[in-house]
């Protein structure tokens, strides 16, 4: 059955498939020393126009969380995230695994605010027993966030700023991150977004790849020993090249933009058909993936035809529901789609 | 340059590759409840001649042992390996970020003997203070170990059987499982192994795939929130049919134990070789690893030809080297190796 | 300068002192075998009156929190508490140490409600996702609370039986347990709390011991190797003789409830003159914690003569101030307190 | 029955019981902050000559040794130490618990050397793939060892010179740390030893204190939050002057060195009335554990007088015995120990 559940519910981008096949037979170094991974680290410098940063492949989200994370803190720092985030919530406790309290702050649209962490920060130094609380050590936040919504320019440079003056490294969690850059909706590219955070990761597993994602610390400020940190984690893939080699076709000819682009114009184009049925949207994205409130007999009759999340439950008769595009999600889908609806 | 580093310096085994291709664009469940992870299950647990299995698919193999020790030890237990144990030396402190010890045993040939475990076992439970040492709570062996040994289907089941006698569940390691399942020197097949221990590993990633080991729990015996213990330890894969169709391919038609088998031919005629020229084994390798000591100035001169791996100095003026072979290694290159040793 | 800023910021109640000295010639066994030790677990378990319960004697609050949470919980597992709990707070993420997430729930009063209790664990088994959430796998309360709020019988037995519900052991924090036994407004005993629940501790350290708080077990329920997790944490005395004598001559005669009543009823008289110099409490705590809102004039007036602590900000012109009584405060200190307020 | 069982089965020293008394009725500050550990921290600065030195009251041995250690080291590192050391074998894998592996040298009387520590360390980076190796980030030893025995100054000197020049810092347990400063066999004083590591803990639980350990950190070098660390780590006295008192009691008028001088007079007589029967030492300690070979009926016969530890078999017909004094073994305990030998 056709699916708008989710963006890694396929195989890889073909341009992907493609070159994987091309180097299959080729020998080379291990451990992310190929000259796959070597050529795609210096395409996301470019593309970052960071000529300093520092690139790292490891091969899921929470995985990359848990270790950069564990590698930007002190062990009695926590880091503050969202209520909502990823990190806080739909991640098993790995952060906590690794010793360390996600310190939530309210969120609104997925989103946390300058002024929230301010707050925060300010309260943290005012407390008598501060040295009793965990120390705020880093803050994370996500482009796009957990219900597709983005950032502007100038909340993301009002948190950099914050951080600068508590000395809290800014770290964004780029699981989606090409939906985010190339929605109509945001003022932020990729050099923008690399300028104003110390480290930042590309999602590749729901941007087209099989699997993977791409650590960017901006400036040359990754940890010393990062790789065997990463390492210790469980998170070094032997045969590196794997997710070297799909980075860098993500990375030529802006393939990474590519895919997000269209999936974002036909996340568009579901939106529409959705708002014209005479729905309403749970939370207004730009990005791929749409947050519906639907009827509950809606449901059940479009959950006959099409796959989707059922996100939470609205109120007692209607349901919040999410549809996500991807690569894959073709024109002939969107046609089948409007004739379900 | 022709390389003989190891056994996953390479891409998949074509035929993977080709379901890679197959399999591309077709929707599928995620996590791993994807209908090529569940086929492949299936096989795996008919390959193994155990019905009530559980199985698993992880990225590699730290990961899958750092992930699998976790979730069957007790906080304040340890895992008994022996002294060169991959878990021991080589996984930067892994299963001690999950917070146990890794108990050492001696080892021969990087095998432990069932009457060091023994002895290591009484002594625990004479000790007066015994609460105050960390508790052996599982046993670790590889198969084939880290020096490409064997251990012989007595020797395995004498361990078992101490394991049984303390209560301590058994878990093989088996990241180049199929080497040592084809070799003509081992009297065990994969449902012996598979019933004389609890849990154990087969080995993805060194044997043919591009990543991916499939963890086995024999007789239904997996932690019962191990997927939750996998999400923790960031090892669960967005896109699990990646790992799932790989693994579902390398259990069509004993595709793993061809690979395996072909790389073991491979390795015995390099070891003739190497042999014939009159060089020493370091130790005696029925499988596709073989170390051989050679003298440094003949080292010198091979290493202009191929490449290779300097494992450790033997004396003054000779190195223990290591020679692998794999799924890609082909006549051609052994051809090419008799001409330049 | 007299000071009513905590309750341990002075020595032990004098029996105890007169019971460390009449025993400190006599060689006893250690590590909490000792006569003194034994004799106090006895004394114990029976003013629970629960004669199946296992005790154990720590050294403080935020050890025996993280050593208790950490023998009670699975890896994948968190603590339920309010967002208000010392756990949460102020244990510089001791249990996050031990890899484990605090999930919060809203408080009123300091204390958690059995109704948002229940709708966390309605929505966690009721999320298609539970499986990438931290497990709730235990409840923790405090009695008193942080605030010095009491839950009634009916409000812990309420919450006792979603815990049930939902087989989640309930574990009660008693860092001051005595002031809450003894307050005029609880309709709380010993044997009734400890009934209600699978574990709590009697905190000494608050209540007039040098140190030292008796977890209880209240059923034969402790971990089998609770000794050993104790020993892991860093929380094993060597002369565990120290806190067995101490907690032996605290529940000889009642020395307890004694020292708590104490001052519980200086604490009130510290209430009611407060009041009825026209200040308004910003809690109303029947216990030895008084929570006052004054003026920052009258209280820095009042910093002159006497210590106490300056909880919050209330507003841009008045604060939280917290007064303590323990078993030191005498007569004379209310009246001189009397004569400055 | 008279027991040579350990150093710490029993009370404090007198002169600590009756400062506590003196004190108890004086409200001070809290968590160290109190006037006595004040002083006890400038005594000791003193006595050691570091005027520089920061120094942290904590509660037992285990305790100290993980919390300091975790606190030295970084997430990816492990410690160095003698395999008999009490971090590798007796602590119930605290260290692990922090997430470190302790990275185990051979042992020689209980000690290690500079060779062995330098060969180590050679090895470490001497290794291609030592990223993949837990990092050695500090170096642990012991004075006196688990066995009484002692390093001298020049075996010191040549520890830390290898320390320094591969820039790892260097940790001494002083568990018994008295006993080693006044054995007549030992050239190492106070401020020798103060000078020559990086940090130590001088043991105040097994040299006549109730509890207590004070960790030095030598030159200014603690932790920036190692106050944090101490709280995170549950290891966090509210009533701190506890321990603070009785460190100002012992190092006033040198009580600290009198102890563990007395201790150690009582048991070189001790051990010269066991040579004189004929016993062989198992180890020839110089402090206050004294360890001999009793053939087995000897041993039952003597268990029938007084209470010693039986350490391990020696052979098949004898034992290894242990034999310790402390500040409360008094010259009549020494002449009934001559009666019934």
């Known amino acids: 059955m056709l699916s708008f559940e989710c963006d890694y519910n396929n195989g890889c981008h073909p341009e992907i498939l493609k ?5 299959n037979d080729l020998q080379t170094d291990t451990y992310g020393f190929d000259v796959y991974s070597t050529s795609a680290k210096q395409r996301i410098r470019e593309a970052c126009e960071c000529p300093d940063a520092q690139v790292f492949f490891l091969g899921g ?16 720092q926590g880091v503050v995230a969202a209520e909502t985030a990823h990190i806080a919530a739909h991640e098993s406790g790995a952060i906590e695994f690794g010793g360390h309290k996600v310190i939530t702050l309210p969120q609104q649209d997925g989103k946390i605010s300058a002024a929230d962490l301010r707050a925060l920060l ?31 320019a100038s909340e993301l440079v009002e948190i950099e700023s914050v951080c600068k003056e508590y000395d809290l490294p800014l770290f964004i969690d780029g699981a989606r991150l090409g939906y985010g850059l190339t929605s ?12 104003h955070c110390d480290a930042f990761y590309i999602g590749g597993t729901k941007v087209g790849a099989l699997c993977g994602e791409a650590v960017v610390f901006t400036h040359g400020n990754a940890h010393p020993h990062f790789f065997s940190i990463i390492k210790q984690h469980g998170a070094l893939f032997a045969k590196g090249r794997l997710i070297g080699i799909q980075f860098d076709t993500l990375f030529t000819d802006s393939l990474y933009l590519r895919i997000a682009r269209h999936a974002n114009e036909l996340a568009m184009r579901v939106k529409k058909m959705l708002l014209d049925k005479g729905y309403k949207t749970f939370i207004d994205s730009p990005t791929n993936q749409q947050f519906f409130i639907l009827p509950n007999d ?8 099409i796959v989707f999340s059922r996100w939470a439950p609205y109120d007692d ?5 999410r549809f996500v595009t991807s690569w894959s999600t073709k024109e002939s889908d969107l046609e089948y789609l409007a004739s379900v609806i």
């Open 19 to 23: 070159r994987l096949a091309e180097t």
């Open 61 to 76: 989200g929470t995985q990359t969380n848990a270790t950069v994370i564990d590698s930007m803190l002190q062990s009695y």
């Open 122 to 152: 300010v309260g943290f130094y005012g407390d008598e027993a501060y040295e009793h609380i965990v120390f705020p050590g880093m803050v994370y936040i996500t482009f796009p966030t957990e219900y597709g919504t983005l950032y502007s």
């Open 184 to 195: 109509d909706a945001s003022d932020i590219s990729l050099p923008f977004l690399a300028h």
């Open 298 to 305: 809606a449901m059940e009759q479009l959950a006959k035809h």
């Open 317 to 321: 008769n209607s349901t919040v529901c």
